[in-house]
């Protein structure tokens, strides 16, 4: 594919990396509105959180899966048989143990015996995005093979009881490799994070952590969410702004981009996003219904799905956006440069 005019300057831009392989990994689970109402008892009515929510079902494990075994299954879908990886790091907030990382338990379990740096990230559901900026960086400074994967067990971490929370999460992974762009190949071309720290109370997992130890309360592992109507209208905004930035400095309008690939917060969330930048039905993709929220797993999930489905092609433009707790977010812009 030639590089000319627009794409020169993107290929200008260019780290000279690019997302060589992705797959994603859902668990057999299928939980659906109805099944939650009835085994916890709950006051609320399918009709009600298909309307209200815009979720039907969603993956949870129920075979005792954990959050390394996801993310294996997924990173072996990317991997030949002799992987050559040169590091891996895994974004998780639903890890298998509080140490060592679940990357290193990944790497037991999809690579057994090879020696590279594995390591854990924690950016909530902005994490797939800090994962794939730290991979680029690596690529650009020497390596040639980077995995990045994103898992999630979300449905460890929920009070069944809690409506704010119970139907909003799902389980999934999502595994990429990363490589060094070939020739006329832009790859990725932009990549911004950020992370303000005095909401990261907004919404959080207490666990077993030095909090909760100082303050001798019992453990508290699920989710807890104290500002629900504020996290939804900065969600909003600051994606928004992320990506208004990201164009102009690109010199891109968001008519260049051929996919919005948007973290599945809620269905109302994407919606608004949607609706505030005037986007095409076409050029976003909605799947918070099939699978909640799966945090950080989110965005590569529907990056891949996407791809399964036809909806991107080789050298589409693609937007990659996800705020989460912390308060973090980030995006990346690319260009798709694989043969489907």
Request: glycine fraction near 8%.
């Amino acid at each position: 594919m030639t590089v000319s005019g627009k794409y020169h300057y993107l290929y200008q831009k260019s780290y000279g990396v690019k997302i060589a392989q992705i797959d994603d990994f859902l668990p057999d689970g299928i939980t659906t509105n109805e099944d939650i109402i009835t085994q916890n008892q709950l006051r609320l009515k399918d009709e009600w959180v298909q309307k209200s929510i815009g979720i039907r079902q969603r993956h949870w494990c129920k075979n005792g899966e954990t959050a390394s075994d996801l993310g294996a299954k997924a990173l072996r879908k990317v991997l030949p048989s002799k992987s050559s990886l040169e590091g891996l790091i895994v974004s998780t907030v639903s890890e298998d143990v509080m140490t060592p990382s679940t990357a290193c338990i990944i790497q037991s379990k999809a690579t057994p015996g090879e020696l590279y740096p594995a390591f854990d990230i924690k950016a909530a559901c902005a994490g797939f995005i800090f994962a794939l900026d730290m991979g680029r960086r690596m690529i650009q400074t020497g390596a040639k093979k980077i995995a990045c994967v994103a898992t999630e067990t979300r449905s460890y971490y929920l009070d069944k009881k809690d409506r704010r929370t119970v139907m909003l999460f799902g389980d999934g992974a999502a595994a990429v490799i990363l490589e060094k762009t070939q020739k006329d190949e832009i790859g990725i071309f932009y990549s911004h994070l950020i992370s303000d720290g005095r909401f990261w109370d907004a919404i959080f997992v207490p666990a077993s952590g030095g909090l909760i130890q100082a303050r001798n309360e019992a453990p508290k592992n699920s989710i807890v969410m104290n500002d629900a109507s504020g996290i939804f209208d900065s969600a909003i905004l600051k994606m928004q702004e992320l990506i208004n930035n990201a164009l102009t400095e690109c010199k891109l309008t968001k008519n260049d981009i051929d996919h919005f690939i948007i973290h599945q917060a809620s269905k109302n969330i994407v919606a608004k996003v949607a609706d505030e930048l005037k986007l095409d039905p076409s050029q976003f993709t909605i799947n918070f219904d099939q699978v909640g929220n799966i945090t950080s797993a989110s965005v590569g999930v529907l990056l891949s799905q996407c791809l399964k489905e036809k909806r991107i092609k080789k050298g589409d433009l693609i937007c990659l956006i996800a705020t989460g707790g912390g308060y973090s977010a980030g995006i990346i812009l690319l260009r798709w440069e694989q043969d489907l």
